[in-house]
């Protein structure tokens, strides 16, 4: 039966994520904590796409307590409540000077620092993720989850499942309720081409992720939705009635036709 296999959320955006046994759904329709804290260089977003060293950052995150633990390349640890504006800015005097230029660390609650600031949270399957693992000689499935980096894992579905729910009369699904409609297929960026830990490219990803994508691409979906191939899982939205619910791992899941 289809649930939600794994629920994920990114703290800090561009640092490690954490999992989650539930989550709330935020008023702007994303999910509790997720990119809730983002480093800012001028007013511009600072994060993996922009620097390799952010693979060399070892972090977990305690949700309850808004405490972030950095492990640095050279072992030091280190601990800051980020709820608290002392510690935050004693986070952002560390990461300006581990990324050598001076960074300014905020909070946003509401919606969180997510890129695409109208919708909601990325879904994939757990049977994507083991096919695409299964393109490369040397990735695993957890490295393949932690390159994409998707919020909600669907398991108990076939390989791209989650590409029926964008185009046009594309159906819509529940957990236990909670309506997702497709938005919009997620281009992908340079950082699922590297090594989550050491920041190393996996050689020919890009091209052998394209060629394979093209080959798998599933006769369910309305491919006039892709603009291209180098594009995996897909971006829903909330509706704001079901906003004040909330997701929890093992809620069943259920396609249903759009309206």
């Known amino acids: ?9 990114y703290p800090v955006k561009g640092l490690d994520g954490i999992e989650l046994e539930q989550a709330e759904i935020t008023d702007g329709g994303t999910l509790a904590y997720d990119r809730e804290f983002a ?3 001028d007013d511009e977003i600072v994060n993996a796409k922009d620097s390799e ?4 950052l070892s972090t977990t995150f305690d949700p309850e307590h808004r405490e972030l633990e950095v492990t640095a390349p050279d072992g030091e640890r280190l ?6 504006d ?3 800015e004693r986070a952002q005097e560390w990461f300006s000077e581990y990324f050598g230029t ?14 695409r600031r109208t919708m909601g949270p990325s879904v994939i399957s757990t049977a994507t993720l083991e096919t695409v693992a299964s393109w490369f000689d040397d990735l695993t499935v957890e490295s393949a989850r ?3 980096r998707a919020n909600i894992e669907i398991s108990g579905v076939e390989p791209f499942w989650e590409d029926r729910f964008v185009g046009d009369d594309a159906p819509v699904f529940e957990a236990d309720g909670v309506r997702f409609e497709g938005v919009t297929p997620c281009g992908r960026c340079v950082v699922p081409q590297r090594d989550p830990d050491t920041g190393e490219p996996l050689e020919q990803f890009r091209r052998q992720f394209i060629e394979q994508r093209r080959e798998s691409f599933p006769e369910f979906a309305d491919e006039a939705a892709f603009d291209h191939f180098y594009t995996l899982m897909i971006i829903t939205r909330i509706p704001e009635s079901d ?7 093992g809620d069943p899941v259920e396609d249903i036709e759009a309206e």
């Open 1 to 9: 039966m289809p649930e939600i296999e794994k629920i994920r959320v």
């Open 39 to 41: 480093l800012f260089e």
């Open 53 to 56: 060293k952010f693979h060399d």
């Open 79 to 84: 601990s800051f409540a980020l709820a608290t």
């Open 86 to 88: 002392a510690d935050r």
């Open 102 to 115: 001076e960074l300014r660390l905020r909070r946003n609650t509401e919606l969180g620092y997510v890129d």
């Open 146 to 148: 932690r390159r994409l």
């Open 243 to 249: 906003r004040t619910e909330r997701l929890a791992v």
